[in-house]
């Protein structure tokens, strides 16, 4: 497999205008990261796939990651070749955290295993994933607007007791005057 | 009522006088059949209590129906989520009297450890009343079958003229939660379950038990 610099230089030189950026990793990881921009990461996937020293025949895992404070959401594909029995390779795209500006292009169209996986990224991290065939929550209900995933979601307030409250639990108990255990006090001291 | 002495002797004789109530009661307890369903690990012990080893056959509960309509015994076998908490207080719903719910493991009892989880129902008993909690992560099938006699023990203790499924006025239907924007409509239901009052109830409630 090329490394990733020579992988970055032949995907800029494929595809046009690409903005590519690698994405260090831990030295233990060792899995430096694609990032790519919207407008090329279809033509990207695609030269990734169908390139004969890459063959990324295979998107295992699709999956967000949420940068709260610097106010953007990653979608990121993890590929292998399964042909040349050689990856990963990590590809990332990203977006604003934003909901009604989160969008992203969808990769089922250049790995069909994509389509559950994205529509798992979009429940729970609330990324869509345009042109993909059939964006809808997959794990939460319809009915649901929230999603779960993302740092900064409030969970219901469904803790009507707990037997040993702490944390948020312990401050909610206390601020709806909820029944408290002896041992709260030893608690709140300890903090 | 006739003395333990005479029936005692009249038995001796092949002659087995009984009340009716106990009959009834016996033929219950005996063929408490349950509905074939598992959420989680749990299932995969229940499975296993009811397989050779632990042979649930022994207590004639080894029927598990695919059906509501045939079955006794609600065993809730695994963590219950929030979108599955509706189907489950339906199928509870189309169960005909006499029911009972076993809440099996640390999930079905309260979230277990997956208690802080956005989709985890706190407690299978906030929509639908359980007869037997039975505790473990996952219990072992000795714990399921200690669970089935306790349920055992209990109908022996039902009264016929008492029992709430013979009040033609008594409800049999839980309202079922609906999936709301945040969270299940209602969060629980209050005439099944309400949140100890006073954290004294919590405690004692393990040891002031019912002799």
């Known amino acids: ?191 | 009522m006739i003395d333990d002495g005479l029936t005692s002797e009249l038995q001796k004789q092949g002659v087995f006088v009984v009340s009716a109530e106990w009959l009834y009661n016996w033929g219950r307890k005996s063929s408490i059949w349950p509905l074939q369903f598992g959420l989680a690990c749990c299932a995969i012990e229940m499975i296993a209590a009811a397989a050779a080893r632990y042979d649930l056959a022994r207590f004639g509960a080894e029927v598990f129906r695919a059906t509501p309509r045939q079955a006794d015994l609600m065993i809730v076998a695994g963590t219950v989520t929030k979108k599955m908490a509706p189907q489950v207080v339906r199928l509870f719903n189309q169960m005909p009297e006499p029911k009972y719910v076993i809440a099996m493991g640390a999930c079905a009892i309260s979230g277990g450890p997956f208690k802080d989880g956005y989709n985890v129902l706190k407690g299978v008993d906030r929509y639908i009343p359980v007869d037997v909690h039975i505790p473990g992560c996952p219990p072992r099938p000795e714990a399921l079958l200690h669970a089935i006699v306790t349920l055992q023990e209990k109908i022996t203790g039902q009264h016929i003229d008492r029992t709430r499924w013979y009040d033609a006025h008594a409800t049999t239907e839980f309202p079922i939660p609906t999936c709301g924007e945040h969270d299940l409509l209602p969060s629980s239901n209050p005439e099944v379950w309400q949140p100890p009052k006073d954290y004294a109830d919590v405690t004692n409630a393990e040891t002031k038990k019912p002799a």
């Open chain 1, 1 to 191: 497999m090329p490394t990733i610099e020579q992988l970055v230089e032949a995907v800029r030189a494929a595809v046009s205008g690409a903005v590519i950026e690698i994405i260090p990793s831990t030295p233990a990881a060792a899995q430096p990261a694609l990032l790519v921009d919207c407008e090329h990461a279809v033509a990207v996937a695609r030269y990734l796939k169908d390139d004969p020293t890459c063959r990324m025949d295979f998107c295992s895992c699709v999956t967000g990651v949420d940068y709260l404070a610097k106010g953007y959401i990653e979608a990121v594909y993890h590929l292998y070749s399964v042909t040349l029995k050689q990856g990963p390779i990590v590809l990332k795209v990203r977006a604003p955290r934003e909901l009604d500006k989160c969008h992203v292009p969808s990769l089922t169209p250049v790995w069909r295993g994509c389509e559950f996986q994205e529509r798992e990224a979009f429940d729970l991290y609330g990324i869509k994933f345009d042109d993909h065939p059939d964006l809808r929550r997959i794990l939460m209900w319809n009915e649901f607007t929230d999603h779960p995933m993302r740092k900064d979601y409030v969970p219901p307030a469904d803790y009507e007791w707990e037997p040993t409250p702490h944390d948020d639990v312990l401050k909610h108990t206390k601020a709806d005057g909820g029944i408290m255990p002896p041992s709260a006090a030893v608690v709140e001291v300890k903090k």
